[in-house]
């Protein structure tokens, strides 16, 4: 019964991370900062976390890289729930 | 020797080059960026940049290193300027000193452009009528496995 309880919470169990937000995402999303549940710490699950809760987002998403801890990282890449996330999308400096 | 910053503030150009100064060098040069009043038919007024600071400062000093090993450059200094910029006033300043100054403007060329598809700055273009945050399709290279989500909505906690 026990074994079925541990079971059961690591199946629904989420992760709440915050997110940082630039330039067109943010006016999009009207909002600098975002929190978003994510049932697994990846960087994939967090951009599929973003489309599902503003769809609005999706086509600059599509295009935007993701930060984590001050470095690009890959969509495999696993997350800490402290990490510092930042949505890039295209840039345009100079 | 790389030297990178970015600032809220006028851009001191005349500092730029001394900084790259060397007895190795046999030139220097200096590019700006500067924000012009017409860009594709509409009108600015003025520029507003905005940038993920901590990874756009580690970009840049990248951005300089590279080049010194890709262009054999002597000195490298980059100087991005972020909020408003009114037209006329410099956004960027590239300077590099190099024993030759074919290395020095292919490096300034080529950090520029790598400043335009690399480095977390975004500008957004404001005049009368309308203000809107330029992100150009050439940095799409950014982009990985764009939007493809699989997996199903869940409900969230809050």
């Known amino acids: 019964m026990v074994e079925s309880d541990s079971q059961l919470k690591s199946e629904t169990a989420v992760d709440e991370?915050?997110?940082?937000?630039?330039?067109?995402?943010?006016?999009?999303?009207?909002?600098?900062?975002?929190?978003?549940?994510?049932?697994?710490?990846?960087?994939?699950?967090?951009?599929?976390?973003?489309e599902i809760k503003l769809p609005q987002l999706i086509p600059l998403l599509s295009r935007s890289a993701i930060a984590v801890d001050g470095r690009y990282a890959k969509e495999d890449e696993v997350l800490c729930s402290d990490s510092e996330i930042a949505i890039i999308p295209p840039v345009s400096g100079g | 020797m790389l030297q990178v910053d970015l600032t809220d503030g006028p851009i001191d150009v005349s500092r730029m080059l001394s900084r790259v100064a060397s007895k190795r060098a046999g030139a220097a040069i200096l590019f700006t960026g500067t924000t012009r009043q017409e860009t594709d038919g509409l009108t600015t007024d003025w520029l507003e940049y905005d940038a993920y600071r901590p990874l756009a400062r580690k970009e840049l000093v990248r951005l300089c290193e590279q080049a010194v090993r890709r262009f054999q450059i002597v000195?490298?200094?980059?100087?991005?300027?972020?909020?408003?910029?009114?037209?006329?006033?410099?956004?960027?300043?590239?300077?590099?000193?190099?024993?030759?100054?074919?290395?020095?403007?292919?490096?300034?060329?080529?950090?520029m452009d790598r400043i335009k598809t690399d480095v977390p700055i975004w500008k957004r273009q404001v005049n009368d009528s309308e203000a809107f945050w330029v992100h150009p399709e050439n940095s799409d290279m950014l982009a990985r496995n764009s939007g493809r989500c699989s997996q199903e909505p869940f409900d969230e906690l809050s």
């Open chain 2, 75 to 111: 000195k490298c200094s980059i100087v991005h300027r972020l909020g408003k910029v009114s037209v006329g006033e410099v956004s960027v300043a590239i300077a590099v000193s190099a024993v030759h100054r074919a290395e020095a403007f292919a490096s300034a060329s080529w950090l």
């Open chain 1, 17 to 50: 991370v915050s997110v940082k937000l630039f330039a067109g995402v943010a006016e999009l999303a009207n909002v600098k900062v975002l929190r978003v549940s994510v049932k697994h710490l990846t960087v994939a699950e967090v951009r599929c976390a973003l």
